[in-house]
């Protein structure tokens, strides 16, 4: 967990990072240290899934998440109760859609999606300028993919669904199939090629299905340089001409990109929430 302390245009001025362990032992922890730094709003970024219906009883809430203890955690209700002040909440990768947008690779740019492809894939999307929310939030890490002819382990490892994208594609699932940590998979190797055949499945189902005119992807596995290349020429095939902009046909480069904000995407995110509601 990374507490971050800034202005209303996303300007960072002090962050401490502690290992995520109960709800029990973070929240008071949460509330102690902003309570210390005289603050006048809360943005909350968030792992998922949460409950983002503001009329709903558990609004504020993890819902089901399998991070051990934090199921059912009422983090908003608890945080904004123990500071007394403004408190916002969204998913931790709308809120990065939302600074990449403002202030990042995403500017100017008003349907955009925003991924990280970390242990775990997840996604925020702008669609009209807003992260969007809907019957719950998207979560673009368990769409269903067409596994690689060369897969050894096309079922993926996702324990609700076969062969959906954070199964087959983030971080534990290329850690798992080549049985190598992610900073020892080398340059060249075949992982990089069936890891690419996932995430343009991703880039052209987004494409076609939002019109989006930026693909912000982030995260650990997008530390291999020669991914993100790889990844916009086979989404280039995927899309086998179809889309009729000369901007999809000759510069993917332009659409699908690395974020502008690198790993302060969240924190910046959660700070552009608070000034929402202060
Ligand atoms: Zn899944």
């Known amino acids: 967990m990374t507490l971050t302390v800034g202005s209303e245009t996303g300007e960072i001025f002090e962050q401490i990072r502690m290992p995520t362990t109960t709800p029990e032992e973070m929240l008071p922890l949460v509330v102690d240290y902003f309570r210390g730094q005289n603050i006048y709003a809360l943005g909350i970024a968030c792992f998922g899934p949460l409950d983002l219906k503001p009329d709903s009883p558990s609004y504020g809430y993890i819902t089901t998440t399998p991070k051990p203890g934090w199921s059912d955690c009422p983090i908003l209700p608890v945080l904004r109760s123990g500071l007394g002040i403004p408190t916002a909440i969204d998913t931790d990768v709308n809120a990065a859609a939302l600074a990449e947008h403002r202030l990042g690779a995403g500017r100017g740019f008003d349907n955009m999606m925003y991924v990280t492809v970390s242990s775990g894939i997840g996604g925020g999307l702008i669609i009209g300028g807003q992260p969007v929310h809907g019957c719950m939030h998207p979560e673009v890490g368990h769409i269903l993919i067409q596994p690689h002819p060369q ?28 049985e190598l940590p992610l900073a020892e998979i080398p340059a060249g190797h075949p992982a990089w090629e ?43 095939k995927l899309l086998n001409g179809y889309i009729a902009s000369d901007r999809v046909l000759r510069h993917m480069d332009d659409i699908i990109v690395a974020p502008g904000l690198g790993e302060d995407s969240i924190a910046v995110g959660a700070l552009l929430l608070a000034a929402e509601v202060a």
């Open 151 to 178: 897969d050894p382990v096309p079922q993926g490892f996702c324990p609700y669904h076969p062969s959906c994208l954070e199964g087959l594609a983030d971080q534990h699932a290329m850690e798992k199939r080549w």
């Open 194 to 236: 069936i890891e690419a055949h996932y995430l343009s499945q991703l880039c052209m189902d987004t494409l076609m299905m939002v019109s989006a005119e930026r693909i912000i992807l982030g995260g650990s596995v997008m530390q291999q340089e020669t991914l993100l290349p790889m990844v916009r020429l086979q989404t280039q």
